[in-house]
């Protein structure tokens, strides 16, 4: 017993840290490095005039040269904004070396990279999304994974998909009665669930302290369910199916397939009503 209680104790110490340290993230306050790469050649000169990608990083150190290029690389757009949540520490400073490092000739105009307290998940790169509507306004937010080979009109893509109160993503399914009863949705289809990875989104979403607060963190690394269900059933936004191509690169390196359990859990408690359902489609994709 005596052994017990200093461990339980920690684990409680541990638990209201982080419950801190994630209120402190909620109100702009973590350690941010940002890099100003110029005017660039995009269409737009003005820094008003960019739009925000967002992104988290964790076991996949040699791709953020790779997505760097991809975003550099996008034509017919305003000028981007990169803004990264990197929640491997202990490669924050190779990530700072290939920012600083990086010489951008097209699209590119500025990199922001945070250095986690501790590793947030995927929910992370949603506090950069906040804060930047926070600053400029609620607008379109491209959120993308490092895992994606994009080709090099997905945001202008995107950006024509855009409006306000709508979820236009490439990962994009209908679902039946769990989160693996599902199938693929076609352009102009019926959405009942997106993965931010390859979406533009309206960032509005993102200002409600409930979105963050909410969700316990235990399914921190699921975001792609509780963003669905924040933005559909809370804010009544409209789901999309984006009309662009993704290649996933580095598969062995998907963390998704650990997360089964954690997955199913979550859709249960968010829709306990499909639970009843009969199966409404064969053996998913993904």
Not at 41 to 60: I, K, S
Not at 141 to 164: C, G, K, M, R
Request: glycine share 8%; net charge negative.
């Amino acid at each position: 017993m005596t052994t017990s209680i200093p461990t339980a104790l920690r684990s409680r110490a541990e638990v209201l840290a982080k419950r801190v340290i994630r209120r402190r993230i909620l109100g702009g306050h973590y350690r941010s490095t940002r890099v100003h790469y110029g005017a660039g050649t995009g269409t737009a000169a003005a820094a008003e005039q960019t739009v925000p990608v967002f992104m988290c990083l964790w076991n996949r150190p040699t791709r953020l040269i790779d997505m760097l290029e991809a975003l550099d690389g996008q034509t017919g757009t305003p000028g981007i904004t990169f803004h990264i949540w990197n929640n491997n520490k202990a490669d924050h400073d190779h990530y700072l070396d290939v920012v600083r490092n990086f010489r951008p000739r097209g699209a590119l105009r500025e990199v922001q990279l945070v250095k986690t307290p501790y590793n947030l998940g995927s929910m992370g790169r949603f506090y950069l999304a906040r804060d930047h509507a926070r600053a400029h306004g609620a607008g379109p937010a491209i959120v993308v994974d490092d895992d994606e080979n994009l080709q090099s009109d997905f945001v202008s893509t995107a950006l024509a998909a855009y409006a306000p109160g709508t979820v236009s993503a490439w990962w994009a399914f209908e679902v039946g009665r769990n989160y693996y009863d599902r199938r693929p949705a076609v352009v102009g289809g019926p959405v009942d669930h997106v993965g931010p990875g390859g979406m533009i989104t309206d960032s509005a979403v993102f200002l409600d302290d409930g979105f963050f607060t909410e969700l316990p963190e235990k399914y921190f690394f699921v975001d792609d369910l509780w963003f669905t269900y924040y933005a559909a059933r809370r804010r009544g936004m409209t789901l999309k199916k984006l009309g662009v191509d993704i290649e996933f690169v580095m598969d062995e390196t998907n963390q998704s397939y650990g997360l089964v359990d954690l997955k199913l859990a979550l859709f249960e408690e968010l829709y306990p009503e499909r639970a009843t359902m009969p199966p409404q489609f064969e053996f998913p994709e993904g």
